[in-house]
């Protein structure tokens, strides 16, 4: 019997960001003043961040996502202006929609969303940051339970999207390198695909002990071939930012570099492109931000959902290409939707 189209869940992860999207909207209009600050003409990117007291990522989140709700947008200049539509989120404009957007200028969430705006990130850091783990810092990925509860939370994701980017992927006899691997899953249908090929998967210990334990129901499955991937996968408990990283053929980064600021992103870039062989590839697996960093909004959204949990944020497939050369890699032009809004891009090394 034939299997029914499998649906693209983007709907369900489009609904769930839209909180932050909102969230931004109000903060723009009742606490950091956006529309009042433009509404006596254009201003660069630059100066208006500094008027409402933002650094590079708060409004490299913010910017975007006003631009892809049309209530803002970058002129031929690159400065930024109201549209027809944002102005009736001014005083000027008789009538605006201020008052009732100030309905909600007291949630909490709205609240909170400014200040970690003003404050590039929450006050209180002192418990770590989700899906992060830098220097001597504490982090939940280092915590047995906060580890498997994050691990697990990302399962039904990596679980639904790794048979179509594993089929996107290029095919290997060689070796794959899932940094960051969490769950394991790219790694495990990438396997079944490729029967010759091996893995390794590098993340925090208490992340790859949740990892072992889903490899062993994938093999345990019955899908032909998936008995076979237990044997050709290495775990390896590493600190991605400071450990040595092994040799690959492919090196996949899934999810990763969004957790991170761009300094780090580029560090990161490097590093990966100095453990892929002469030949090799590597593959990002990520939403994107439009090149023109206007959009699209489902990412906008998900920046600030980003944005408010990690030290990161979407970027866009330029800013990633820049990364790539810098670190001395070949990006293609390549753009390959997978499915939530995700999509795959890659660089190969000479
Ligand atoms: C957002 S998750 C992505 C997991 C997986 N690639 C996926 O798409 O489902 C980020 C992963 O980065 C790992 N991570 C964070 N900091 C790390 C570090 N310094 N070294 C190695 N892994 C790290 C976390 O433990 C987590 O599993």
Redesign the pocket.
């Known amino acids: 019997m034939q299997q029914a189209p499998q649906p693209d869940l983007a709907p369900i992860t489009r609904h769930l960001r839209a909180m932050f999207g909102s969230r931004l909207l109000i903060a723009a209009v009742h606490h950091l003043a956006v529309f009042e600050e433009l509404s006596s003409g254009p201003l660069s990117i630059a100066e208006l961040s500094q008027r409402i007291g933002l650094k590079s990522r708060p409004a490299s989140v913010l910017f975007p996502a006003l631009c892809a709700m049309d209530m803002l947008e970058v002129n031929e200049i690159g400065a930024l202006q109201i549209t027809a539509l944002g102005r009736f989120l001014t005083q000027n404009q008789t009538p605006n929609l201020i008052g009732y957007v100030g309905l909600e200028k007291n949630d909490p969430g709205a609240v909170e969303m400014a200040i970690r705006l003003r404050n590039d990130g929450p006050l209180d850091t002192s418990g770590g940051i989700s ?4 220097g001597d810092d504490p ?1 939940p ?1 280092d915590d047995v339970d906060l ?1 498997r509860m994050f ?1 697990l939370g ?1 399962a039904g ?2 679980q639904k999207l790794a048979p179509i980017v594993a089929g996107k992927l290029s095919k290997s006899e060689g070796h794959l390198l ?6 394991g ?2 790694t495990y249908e990438w396997l079944l695909l490729n029967p010759s090929a091996t893995a390794t998967i ?3 210990p208490a ?1 790859l002990a949740v990892a072992e334990e889903l490899l062993d129901a994938f093999a345990q499955s019955g899908r032909p071939g998936a008995e076979t991937v237990k044997n050709r996968v290495t775990f390896q408990p ?4 400071t450990d040595d990283i092994p040799q690959t053929d492919i090196l996949l980064a ?3 570099f969004h ?1 991170w600021p761009t300094e780090t992103c580029q560090l990161l870039a490097d590093r990966f492109a100095a453990a892929i062989r002469s030949g090799g590839e590597l593959w990002v ?1 990520d939403a994107f931000l439009n090149d023109a960093l206007d959009g699209p909004l489902a990412v906008t959204d998900y920046s600030a959902q980003l944005f408010w949990g990690t030290k990161g944020r979407c970027y866009s497939r330029r800013e990633y290409r820049n990364w790539f050369s810098k670190a001395g890699l070949e990006p293609t032009d390549e753009n390959l939707p997978t499915q939530m809004d995700y999509g795959l891009i890659w660089a190969r090394k000479r």
Not at 131 to 134: F, S, T
Not at 178 to 183: F, I, L, N, S, Y
């Open positions: 899906y992060v783990k830098e982090s990925m580890s691990t990302l994701r990596a899932d940094v960051a691997g969490g769950t899953f790219y590098l993340d925090r992340v590493g600190d991605m930012l899934a999810s990763l957790d697996h």
